[in-house]
């Protein structure tokens, strides 16, 4: 009899909180903006990796692609990675073929620019610098 009387007043405390188990796991997701200020088109190859706890490159690699942008354009990758302590590191080639810059930066949640992403700009130069 104490059995039923224990589930009859669980379930339903259960239940109220079986929606808010979801939000509390999901991280909020971080989107890289790329802005092209130059008359030529450029790829960049980005890598986002977790950093070892001394501050070097980790093996931990969490995203890896390329963005292309157009001249005098820009291009968004959306969500590529919950919003973490990161080592961006980039490589910026024009026309998909000349390295005209290659860096790093480091990304901690909340340097975000005011629009939540990730954002660099391409001077006419090729070079790539973080908003």
């Given at each position: 009899m104490r059995r039923r009387s224990f589930l009859r007043s669980t379930i339903p405390l259960c239940v109220g909180l079986?929606?808010?188990?979801?939000?509390?796991?999901?991280?909020?997701?971080?989107?890289?903006?790329?802005?092209?200020?130059?008359?030529?088109?450029?790829?960049?190859?980005?890598?986002?990796?977790?950093?070892?706890?001394?501050?070097?490159?980790?093996?931990?690699?969490?995203?890896?692609?390329?963005?292309?942008?157009?001249?005098d354009g820009q291009t968004a990758r959306d969500d590529v990675a919950e919003k973490r302590r990161y080592l961006v590191e980039y490589s910026v080639f024009e026309d998909n073929s000349s390295l005209t810059d290659q860096d790093h930066v480091h990304y901690y949640p909340g340097d975000e620019d005011e629009s939540g992403t990730l954002a660099f700009d391409i001077d006419p130069s090729g070079t790539m610098t973080r908003r």
């Open positions: 079986a929606g808010c188990s979801g939000s509390l796991s999901d991280s909020p997701m971080l989107s890289v903006v790329v802005f092209n200020h130059s008359e030529s088109p450029y790829t960049i190859e980005v890598t986002l990796s977790r950093p070892a706890r001394d501050g070097s490159r980790s093996d931990a690699r969490v995203f890896s692609g390329q963005i292309d942008v157009e001249p």
